[in-house]
Nanobody
Framework: QVQLVEAGGGTVQAGGSLRLSCAAS????????MGWFRQAPGRERELVAS????????YYAESVKGRFFASRDNTRTTVLLQMNSLQPEDTAVYYC????????????WGQGTQVTVSS
């Protein structure tokens, strides 16, 4: 069983930056691909970034390319999401998630952290 705990959310003005972190425990971290998702009020959850178990970036949502940067530290079993040039439309609850190698679905989810961007 993998446990994921996000941190780093908050309120920031448009144009600002935040860095989210996700601490993983309870499994072999390098057995899992990691993802960052977000869900805004009234909208479906969307994948923001996907990271290969060895650290390569598999995907960024078009809306965040060039502004958000995901990474993982397999030694510290941590995933990061650096968010720059934040805009009000980035306001959402952000979740990290884990999926086993070779699987399409994300099996484990964190509790989420709120990011609010004011204009």
């Amino acid at each position: 069983q993998v446990q994921l705990v996000e941190a780093g959310g908050g309120t920031v003005q448009a144009g600002g930056s935040l860095r989210l972190s996700c601490a993983a425990s309870g499994g072999t971290f390098t057995d899992y691909g990691m993802g960052w998702f977000r869900q805004a009020p009234g909208r479906e959850r969307e994948l923001v970034a996907s990271i290969h178990p060895r650290g390569g970036i598999l995907y960024y949502a078009e809306s965040v390319k060039g502004r958000f940067f995901a990474s993982r530290d397999n030694t510290r079993t941590t995933v990061l999401l650096q968010m720059n040039s934040l805009q009000p439309e980035d306001t959402a609850v952000y979740y990290c998630a884990a999926r086993r190698r070779g699987e399409d679905e994300y099996e484990y989810w964190g509790q989420g952290t709120q990011v609010t961007v004011s204009s």
